[in-house]
């Protein structure tokens, strides 16, 4: 069923299945010509079967369409490959593109993880129920390469492209100035709040997402369209709310090191506190600990390039403490 939120702008929910998401928020603007649709689904018959439902009830034929996917993640990416015609454009971003072409397996995940104290038999298993693993697309159809600040008209919509990193490298959101919206994908969700993983040497997703929500703090927006559950117009109320989340993380993290020996990244996750049904760490499904342990290590990426924090073990398995 698609629901119209503005004139030729509509939102149809794509189930994702086994999912505490529940489902994607994709969103279709109809233009005399050409439509666009923002965000996918899955790679599976559910997805497709409720995309196309909705992409019939408002007239729109795929022939007819493009698609603006916000960011690299399967329940957004993985139904385009399904969905692409021999005339669709698909926009995306150059970060999250790069991912792709560099795109060496799980392996080099699953190294570091260990090194970071996730048992490597649990994480495999873990990785094996993985979304992207399951439900990706099949195959990349050549992609339309968007930066930020770049315009992308549709019908009676101009929208600008503002590129958001920390929930991935490469997020980007639309915002549409005149009608004073944001499609905000994964960077800005109202019951929840955006899973920001580290799972690299290289990178400060933490540090980006703050950076990310500054930038579109300033913005004039009176509803935000978010990827999954609803709609929003606490939009500065939202941003301001999340940055104390993380700060309080941060403190959370800090006083786990300031008390405790040298720990790993896998065994601090073990002792933050989580919005989870599970009686103890030990009886978190393998997948949470997983989100859990990423979640742990982009704030201890964080303190550490802030030298609260620092290692004192890196081999086999790194180790964090408190800097006096």
């Known amino acids: 069923m698609a629901e119209e939120i503005y004139p030729d702008l509509f939102r149809i929910k794509i189930p994702l299945p086994d999912s505490p998401l529940k489902y994607l928020n994709s969103y279709v603007i109809r233009g005399k010509d050409r439509h666009l649709i923002v965000d996918t689904g899955l790679n599976r018959k559910r997805c ?7 992409l019939s009830e408002i007239k729109v034929d795929l022939k007819d369409a493009d698609i603006f996917i916000t960011h690299l993640h399967a329940d957004h990416f993985g139904l385009v490959g399904e969905l692409v015609t021999d005339t669709t454009t698909v926009y995306f971003n150059r970060p999250d593109t790069e991912l792709i072409e560099h795109w060496e397996g799980f392996e080099p995940m699953i190294r570091f993880a260990a090194k970071n104290g996730f048992p490597e038999d649990m994480l495999r298993q873990a990785l094996s129920q993985h979304p992207g693993f399951k439900y990706g697309t099949d195959w990349i159809p050549s992609l339309n390469l968007l930066n930020d600040d770049d315009v992308l008209a549709v019908g009676n919509y101009r929208f600008s492209c503002v590129h958001t990193p920390g929930h991935t490298q490469g997020h980007t959101c639309l915002y549409e100035p005149t009608h004073r ?6 960077h800005l ?15 400060d997703p933490l540090k980006d997402y703050l950076e990310s ?6 913005l004039a927006v009176d509803q935000v369209l978010p990827g999954h559950r609803r709609l929003f117009e606490n939009f500065t109320g939202r941003i301001t ?5 993380h700060e309080q993380r941060l403190k959370e993290v800090a006083d786990i090191l300031t008390h405790a020996d040298p720990m790993s990244a896998f065994a601090v996750a073990a002792r933050m506190t989580w919005d989870i049904k599970a009686d103890s760490w030990d009886a978190f499904p393998v997948p949470q600990k997983w989100f859990a342990t990423g979640e742990a290590l982009s704030h201890l990426r964080y303190l550490e390039n802030k030298n609260i924090i620092c290692r004192v073990q890196a081999e086999p398995v790194v180790l964090y403490a408190i800097t006096y």
């Open 189 to 203: 969700l109202e019951d929840i709040t955006p899973n920001i993983q580290c799972w690299s040497e290289d990178t």
């Open 181 to 186: 919206f944001l499609i905000a994908g994964d």
């Open 48 to 54: 497709k079967t409720a995309m196309l439902a909705g």
């Open 213 to 218: 929500l500054d930038k579109v703090y300033p």
């Open 241 to 245: 709310t999340l940055k104390g989340h």
